[in-house]
């Protein structure tokens, strides 16, 4: 399965969790998928490592064999009809 985009909304802190968290949102070659991922670390902590662990636990829900019920089918990707 071959990621083709991916973003995500903005990351909030989430005191009840002690972390972050955030939406992330992943186009392959036919559907875009919406991920709610979260991870600890203090407030204080780096944002781009934040980030990257956040986007690192979408990829790794999104590439499981077993899809969970934190996938979510946003919408289809329109593709070019086939000229005939």
Do not use: C
Request: no cysteine.
């Amino acid at each position: 399965m071959i990621i083709e985009a991916l973003a995500f909304d903005t990351i909030r802190y989430n005191p009840e969790i002690e972390g972050f968290e955030a939406s992330v949102r992943i186009r392959d070659a036919l559907w875009v998928y919406n991920y709610p991922v979260h991870v600890k670390a203090p407030l204080h902590a780096d944002y781009a490592l934040v980030a990257r662990s956040l986007v690192q636990k979408a990829r790794d829900q999104h590439e499981s064999q077993t899809k969970t019920l934190h996938s979510q089918v946003l919408r289809a990707v329109q593709t070019p009809a086939l000229a005939a």
